[in-house]
Nanobody, 118 residues
Framework: QVQLVESGGGLVQPGGSLRLSCAAS???????????VGWYRQAPGKERELVAH???????DYADSVKGRFTISRDNAKNTVYLQMNSLKPEDTAVYYC?????????WGQGTQVTVSS
């Protein structure tokens, strides 16, 4: 019953910005706030890679490739995690997936396409 739904993807020029959102349903806010949530991305022919995640404690980790450009945040009252992407590069082009982890279980969103091109 738990679902993650991403939104905010699209086409943007290099140097532009985009804000992704991921809303979780089927879970109470009291539980959601304890889980680690994050963003992964996968480009054609490449492995899925971590972009950023944020734990229930608030601890945040970023991939080296996005440090200083992307910001992850969460609004536990809305069961939502965000990814603000600035200074986008063509190398950022990928399908971006939302993820939530709790113990041994993990949930994935359907993905949203981000294309950075002039």
């Amino acid at each position: 019953q738990v679902q993650l739904v991403e939104s905010g993807g699209g086409l943007v020029q290099p140097g532009g910005s985009l804000r992704l959102s991921c809303a979780a349903s089927g879970i109470s806010f009291s539980i959601f706030r304890l889980n680690r949530v994050g963003w992964y991305r996968q480009a054609p022919g490449k492995e899925r890679e971590l972009v950023a995640h944020i734990a229930g404690t608030g601890r945040i980790d970023y991939a080296d490739s996005v440090k200083g450009r992307f910001t992850i945040s969460r609004d536990n009252a809305k069961n939502t995690v965000y990814l603000q992407m600035n200074s986008l590069k063509p190398e950022d082009t990928a399908v971006y997936y939302c993820n939530m982890r709790s113990g041994t279980r993990s949930w994935w969103g359907q993905g949203t396409q981000v294309t950075v091109s002039s």
